[in-house]
Structures are given as C-alpha cells and as structure tokens.
C-alpha cells in the first residue's frame, strides 16, 4: 500500500485540516507507546522495546528520520487505513487455511504418541523413569520456542517489516541464535526440574542418572531447536511468497513434526547414554559439556542483531515459567505411567497436548497480529476493555471471535480423526469404547475452551501492559495446555477406572 493512499484517506475523511496533524498525531502516538513500554536503557540501547523486539526498525536499513516517521505515521492512522492494510479473510479461507496444517499437525502428535507409547518400554524409561518427566519439557519446547518464533515472524510478514532482504535476514539470524541459546539453557534447567522433582517423592538420587538426564536433555533441545527453526522459516518465507496468511498456517507447522523429532531425539539419546552408563560412564558428561560450551557462541551471534538483542536480556521469563509448569505436567504423567493399570494413558498424551496448544497458539498468533495493526503499545480495543467474561471470546463483537469458534469447533471432529488413526495403526493400550471416547472427547473440549478464554484475557492483558504477545504469550500458553491435557487425561483415566470401563490389554 502506497505512502500516498495512507495519507489521503484519512484527509478525505476529516475534511480541510493543517497538513501537520496526522505528522503530530503520529508522534503523540510514538510517545505513548515508548512511555507504555519498557525500554532497554538499562542494558545499553534504549532504542529498542520489548514490545517490538522482533520488529526492526526502519533505522536498520539506514532510511533518515523523515521517512521513518511519515511511515509511522501511515501505520498509526485511523480505521479506514488500518483496514486497507489489514489482510482480508473469509471465513472458508480462513478455515481451510486452518484445518490442513491442523490435521498435519495433529498427524505429527499422533506419531509422537506412538513413538512414547513403544519406547517406555525401553530399559531407560524403565530403570530412569524421570525421563517421563522431561517429555512434557521438551516438546513444550516447540511452544516455547518455535511457535513464539512463528508468531514473531507471521506478525513481521503481516505488518511488512521482512520486506526488505537485510531486515529479513537480520531477524532470521538473530531468531535462530537467540533460540539456540534458550533451548540450551531450558533443557539443562528442565532436566534440573526432572531431578528434583523425581527426588522429592522418592528420597532417592543417583549422580549417574542425574548427568545422563542432563545430557539427555540438552542434547535434544539442542538439535530439536536448530532442525525446527530451519523448518519454520522455511514455511513462513514459503507463505509470504504464496499469499497465505502465516498466522494460520505457521504455529501449526512448527508443531507437525516437532513432537516426532524431539521424542525420537530423546529416546535415540537416552537408550544410547544409557548403554554406555556402566562402560563409559564419561560419555553423558562430555555431551553435556560439549552443547553447553556452544552456548557463548550463540549468544555472541545474537547480541550482534538488535532484533533479538532485546529479547536476549527480557526474553527468559516466559520460557522458563513455561518450562516449569511443563515439569509438573510431566511429574502427573511420571506419576499415571507408574501405575500399570493406566498405563494407556502414553500414547494419547502427546495428542490431547500437542492439539491444544496448536490450537491456542493460532488465536494468540492472530489477536496479537491484530493488536499491532490496530492499537498503539499499552491500548486495547473497545471490547477488550473492562472485565474479562468468556462469552466475549466466542460470541463478542471483536475481530478473532470468529477464529475463536473455527477453532472450538474443529476439536471433537479433530480428536476423532485422531482417535480412529491410533486405533488403525493398533497402538496404545485401550479399546475405544463408546464411553471411553465420550469422555476424552469432553476432556479435550474443556482444554481448548479454556485455553481459548486464557488465552483472549491474556494476550490483551500482557499488550495493556506494554509487552509483546508474541513472546510472551504462547509459551504459557502452551505450558498450560500440557498441564491441563496431562491432568484432565489422567483424571478421564482415573474416571473410567473406576465405573469399570477397563480392558484386559490395559498394562500388556
């Protein structure tokens, strides 16, 4: 959209006014948003904030001010222009755009399931079953990581900062070595997680376990995080170049087969340094050492791009609150497996989990899309404002509630699709019975509609607060849907225990 078309829409609307004013308006919006938001003075460039770390300026490219400000204050004009700017979607469009990554998604957690349902029978999952505790963990990884790099860049496509091949690579670059750094550090503090949290109930600790569950852990981030980031800025450079909207179809991909990679990682990793436990006890140690030392180089690479300089020093509060609550989801699937009457409940954790987080991560990659074109930093929209209640979410007049019931309504058919796959493919251990799957239908609906309404209050309440939704939402959001996938899955499991709804292949 042309300079010219920004500017004379808003004219026309207004009638004869100073030709200065939308130029004034334009810095009165600039400094609410620096006064709304929380700048990186202390750490030495006050020019950027967390609430456009991932957005580079049009000082990168070396443009003087004049033009940055006219651009300014092109994005910041009124309604009409925001919607000239705004892509367009129908909703067929936007549902099918949806339901493909979805359901190739759905198929990558499905496979994930499987591979954990075949490897905790394994002898490292058996003899260190604090390896279960690190699941939820990691693949919480790809909410953590590769979905907020998603969101980041699907905003950045939508508003046209990638249009430009020095920006576009600026912020491919310092993605990349920013999650590096992050996946490093939150799989050591997820594998710390995993032996405390194993320890506490048990009274027992093993130094051996400990290290090889460290270099388990890090070892997987590591590799997981670098071979999912290539894939994910394939898919969104793959669709600005086809004119899809990558808000749809990114999150949903970046998940697809990242649950397969990351447990096929772990368990290759784990059974190998598990092996080598009692000849060459040495081994986990120097992979641990090994990726850790990798760690300077990365942060080196990052702190060069003041794109992801910001999110280098602000960027750790999501990612490791998101790990821990990840932890305590992994701790009540550590808890259920050891039970061999429930022993079913493997294979269809990573499913119920990976389809609740692709889901919420959608609505929170659009509302935080919308945010940026439509609000200035610390402002919402009308219908955000007072008191959160749920219908509002689904029934509301805001731009998202329409994804919002797209999104709920793909669920049970989803599950369904799902459920019919595993049975195919004769894994797990539990027949589906119509009960069986009345009830996990419902614990997969109430997971969604939750993470939908969470997700509604939360990624406003965090752009209010002068702090970028797209990373910082989606890792707690993410983390939520594992913990309460785990929790309501186990619940349902416990349920059908109990009114007898038990098979005879349950524990074989």
């Known amino acids: 959209v042309s300079l010219a078309a920004g500017l004379t829409d808003p004219l026309k609307e207004h009638g004869p006014e100073p030709q200065e ?19 990186l003075s202390d750490c030495g460039d006050g020019g950027y904030s967390e609430m456009e770390p991932m957005l ?24 009409g222009s ?34 954990l349902d075949i490897v905790q029978h394994w002898e490292a999952f058996q003899y260190i079953t604090e390896i279960f505790i690190l699941v939820p963990a990691l693949l919480g990884l790809k909410g953590n990581l590769e979905m907020t790099l998603a969101s980041r860049l699907s905003t950045a496509v939508n508003v046209g900062k990638m249009d430009s091949p020095i920006e576009k690579w600026n912020l491919i670059i310092g993605n990349l070595a920013l999650k590096q750094v992050q996946a490093t550090v939150v799989g050591f503090l997820a594998a710390v997680a995993a ?46 170049k086809t004119g899809i909207n990558p808000d749809n179809v990114a999150t949903p991909i970046a998940a697809s087969f990242g649950d397969l990679i990351t447990l096929a990682i772990l368990a290759g990793i784990s059974q190998g340094l598990y092996k080598c436990l009692d000849s060459y006890p040495y081994v986990s140690s120097l992979v641990c050492a090994f990726f850790m030392c990798l760690t300077p180089v990365w942060i080196v690479i990052s702190s060069k791009h003041p794109a992801s300089r910001t999110l280098l020093y602000s960027g750790w509060e999501p990612v490791i609150t998101a790990m821990v609550i990840s932890s305590i989801g992994g701790l009540i699937l550590d808890k259920t497996v050891s039970d061999p009457n429930l022993v079913g409940i493997v294979v269809y954790t990573p499913v119920i989990n990976g389809i609740g987080g692709n889901l919420v991560a959608i609505q929170s990659s ?70 069986f799957m009345s009830v996990y239908l419902a614990a997969a609906l109430l997971q969604v509609l939750l993470l939908l309404s969470i997700a509604d209050w939360m990624v406003h309440s965090m752009w209010r607060n002068g702090k970028d939704p797209d990373s910082f939402s989606i890792p707690y959001l993410t983390a939520l849907g594992d913990l309460l996938g785990t929790a309501l899955l186990a619940l349902s499991f416990h349920f059908l225990w109990l009114i007898g709804d038990q098979d005879g292949d349950v524990g074989d």
């Open 82 to 115: 925001d919607v000239s700017n705004m892509p367009k979607e129908s909703f067929l469009a936007m549902t099918l755009q949806i339901l493909l990554p979805f359901l190739l998604a759905g198929f990558g957690t499905v496979s994930a399931g499987m591979v």
């Open 195 to 240: 032996v405390v949290l194993g320890w506490i109930p048990e009274g027992k600790f093993q130094m051996s376990h400990a290290v090889l569950l460290c270099s388990s852990s890090v070892a997987t981030a590591f590799i997981a995080s670098l071979l999912q980031g290539i894939i994910m800025v394939g898919v969104i450079v793959g669709s600005k």
């Open 56 to 79: 580079a300026e049009r000082r990168l490219s070396g443009e003087d001010s004049d033009k940055e400000e006219e651009e300014e204050d092109c994005e910041e004009e009124g309604p």
């Open 366 to 435: 659009r509302i935080s899309t919308h945010l940026h074109f439509h609000c200035a930093p610390g402002e919402v929209p009308d219908e955000a404002k007072g008191c959160y209640y749920p219908c509002r979410t689904f029934c509301g007049t805001g731009a998202n509630h329409r994804s919002a019931q797209v999104l709920l309504l793909l669920v049970i058919p989803g599950h369904l699709i799902f459920l019919y796959t595993i049975h195919l493919m004769k894994s797990g251990h539990t027949t589906l019975t119509p009960i």
């Open 21 to 39: 004013t939308p130029h004034m308006e334009g810095r009165r919006i600039l400094d609410r948003a620096s006064r709304s938001s929380v700048t």
